[in-house]
């Protein structure tokens, strides 16, 4: 049996990632994390999935709720998922971390931090999403120069990080597919008289509202004709189906930083 605990147990996907353990062979609760000071630390964690009580609260102590797991799924700040990762790796505990907004310099300390504990760090954990991930690598090829490439994405009002990990990582592929860098090409931002649109930029649009729970568009934009791949999330259930898949994979992973893909099987 692995033993798996939650950090952002009192959280969306914190709640939902706990229904997908119970549901999962093979393995169970062994802890639920929250931060220091929030309301739901000291409550069953079960109450947050939907669950009633499963008899396990939720705790703000990080070393014992590691030491007690085999894995750590972390979605919460990347901030917090570093903090996590450094922890895990003290206490030799593979860790999951589904967190987005992670700056270049932060990614570089993951790889770092991860060194000598397998982590899966994945911005989607989705089926659908990591296809999409696949097969966006060869469209952006085959449709090559001279479509232009429009990201949007559309979220909840309560997601803190724009664009979107998903995004980001869309735009990273089109980006080396094409041969370009996506941190000198991608266009966050037009206003005003911004000028004609460059050949090799990527607009990056975000739209936030309600409650959607991610789409995500990209537009291969040519003359007289525009192909667009759409991924839209029905639920959060499959974000945490995901990270339990890749929870059981990682255990038994190679230390470093693997994705979706390595976990899929789609690389
Ligand atoms: N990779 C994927 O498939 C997906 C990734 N996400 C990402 O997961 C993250 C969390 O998303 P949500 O659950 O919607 O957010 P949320 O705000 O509902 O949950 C985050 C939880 O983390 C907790 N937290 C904050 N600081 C903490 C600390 N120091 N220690 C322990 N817990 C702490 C918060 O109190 C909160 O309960 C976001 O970055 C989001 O973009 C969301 C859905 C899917
Ligand atoms: O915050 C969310 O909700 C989501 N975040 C992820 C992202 O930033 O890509 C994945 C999913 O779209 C939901």
């Given at each position: 049996?692995?033993?798996?605990?939650?950090?952002?147990?009192?959280?969306?996907?914190?709640?939902?990632?706990?229904?997908?353990?119970?549901?999962?062979?093979?393995?169970?609760?062994?802890?639920?994390?929250?931060?220091?000071?929030?309301?739901?630390?000291?409550?069953?964690?079960?109450?947050?999935?939907?669950?009633?009580?499963?008899?396990?609260?939720?705790?703000?102590?990080?070393?014992?709720?590691?030491?007690?797991?085999?894995?750590?799924?972390?979605?919460?700040?990347?901030?917090?998922?570093?903090?996590?990762?450094?922890v895990c790796a003290l206490h030799k505990k593979s860790i999951v971390i589904g967190s987005t907004g992670f700056t270049p310099e932060?990614?570089?300390?993951?790889?770092?931090?991860?060194?000598?504990?397998?982590?899966?760090?994945?911005?989607?954990?989705?089926?659908?999403?990591?296809?999409?991930?696949?097969?966006?690598?060869?469209?952006?090829?085959?449709?090559?120069?001279?479509?232009?490439?429009?990201?949007?994405?559309?979220?909840?009002?309560?997601?803190?990080?724009?664009?979107?990990?998903?995004?980001?990582?869309?735009?990273?592929?089109?980006?080396?597919?094409?041969?370009?860098?996506?941190?000198?090409?991608?266009?966050?931002?037009?206003?005003?008289?911004?000028?004609?649109?460059?050949?090799?930029?990527?607009?990056?649009?975000?739209?936030?509202?309600?409650?959607?729970?991610?789409?995500?568009?990209?537009?291969f934009i040519g003359m007289g004709e525009r192909v667009e791949l759409t991924h839209r999330a029905h639920t959060r259930d499959m974000?945490?189906?995901?990270?339990?898949?890749?929870?059981?994979?990682?255990?038994?992973?190679?230390?470093?930083?693997?994705?979706?893909?390595?976990?899929?099987?789609?690389?």
């Amino acid at each position: 049996m692995i033993k798996i605990a939650v950090c952002g147990a009192a959280g969306r996907m914190g709640g939902r990632i706990i229904a997908a353990i119970k549901e999962t062979e093979g393995v169970e609760l062994s802890g639920a994390l929250d931060r220091p000071g929030h309301p739901m630390v000291g409550q069953d964690a079960g109450y947050n999935a939907g669950l009633g009580a499963i008899g396990v609260p939720i705790s703000d102590d990080l070393n014992a709720v590691v030491a007690g797991c085999d894995v750590l799924i972390d979605f919460t700040t990347p901030k917090v998922s570093l903090k996590n990762l450094e922890v895990c790796a003290l206490h030799k505990k593979s860790i999951v971390i589904g967190s987005t907004g992670f700056t270049p310099e932060e990614r570089a300390l993951a790889a770092e931090l991860a060194r000598e504990i397998p982590a899966v760090i994945a911005p989607n954990m989705s089926v659908g999403v990591n296809v999409c991930f696949k097969v966006l690598a060869d469209v952006a090829k085959i449709l090559g120069e001279d479509f232009d490439v429009e990201i949007v994405e559309a979220h909840h009002k309560m997601k803190k990080d724009s664009p979107s990990g998903t995004a980001v990582r869309m735009g990273e592929v089109v980006a080396n597919a094409l041969g370009r860098d996506y941190n000198k090409v991608a266009n966050f931002h037009r206003e005003g008289i911004c000028g004609e649109r460059t050949h090799e930029e990527i607009g990056m649009q975000t739209i936030r509202g309600g409650d959607i729970v991610g789409e995500h568009t990209v537009y291969f934009i040519g003359m007289g004709e525009r192909v667009e791949l759409t991924h839209r999330a029905h639920t959060r259930d499959m974000f945490s189906r995901g990270s339990v898949r890749a929870a059981k994979w990682v255990v038994t992973a190679k230390p470093g930083v693997w994705d979706m893909q390595d976990v899929l099987g789609l690389k």
